[in-house]
DNA sequence: AGCACGATTAACT
DNA sequence: GTTAATCGTGCTC
């Protein structure tokens, strides 16, 4: 396989619970400061469609959800609790609102540039959440739109490690406090556990 | 034009 | 276990 190279359209081009799976074991890619600066994804969340009521396509399509509803592979970053970015990646057909959101990795490359990032901290918890590897790798608003199937961004995904089937494990999404049911129970959560 | 709130984190008691 | 931080977004008036 072709490891040095971001992962095709195709692949965010399919049911997003599918992608969130398999996402699982990519490595993500942010070019900073001329360098590369990576890590293996170990945990996600799927956000399908408008019914899902914990998606922020349940308000339908507005100027912050439109990159939902746009062709898979594109980066929706947003910014929240006044301090905090996230980052997903668009799934399924252009028109059909959906995201993985990307919650933890193992930093692999450019461990320097994010140990000034999250400067203070213990190592372990410099990339364990969705926040916290923003700012480990410095994705903030300016990457929102970004193609992640183009060689040339600064910000991609490609082929990384294959994780057992028995190493994944699945939960419901976290943060929904008050998200109705079913969407708060369902377990649209990806996890690999540490070994 | 104003307001309530959030796919979180870190610092408290 | 609890809560402040802090502001863009979407909704209401």
Request: aromatic share 10%; with cysteine; glycine share 8%.
């Amino acid at each position: 396989m072709d490891n040095a190279r971001p992962l095709p359209r195709d692949f965010y081009h399919r049911s997003t619970l599918l992608v969130a799976r398999d996402l699982l074991g990519a490595r993500l890619v942010r070019i900073a400061d001329d360098q590369r600066v990576s890590g293996i994804i170990l945990e996600t969340e799927a956000y399908v469609g408008e019914d899902d009521q914990a998606s922020h396509a349940r308000a339908g399509r507005t100027k912050r959800t439109q990159i939902m509803y746009g062709p898979p592979g594109f980066a929706y970053v947003y910014f929240t609790y006044g301090k905090h970015w996230l980052f997903n990646c668009v799934t399924e057909e252009e028109g059909y609102p959906a995201a993985v959101l990307i919650r933890a990795i193992q930093p692999e490359e450019g461990t320097e540039f994010i140990a000034q990032n999250r400067a203070g901290r213990p190592r372990e918890e410099w990339t364990n959440g969705p926040a916290k590897l923003c700012q480990a790798l410095a994705i903030d608003g300016s990457l929102k739109g970004v193609d992640l199937c183009s060689p040339e961004s600064p910000l991609f995904l490609e082929k990384g490690e294959t994780f057992p089937p028995s190493s994944v494990t699945k939960s419901p999404r976290v943060g929904l406090n008050f998200v109705p049911e079913p969407w708060k129970s369902k377990s649209w959560r990806f996890l690999v556990e540490k070994l």
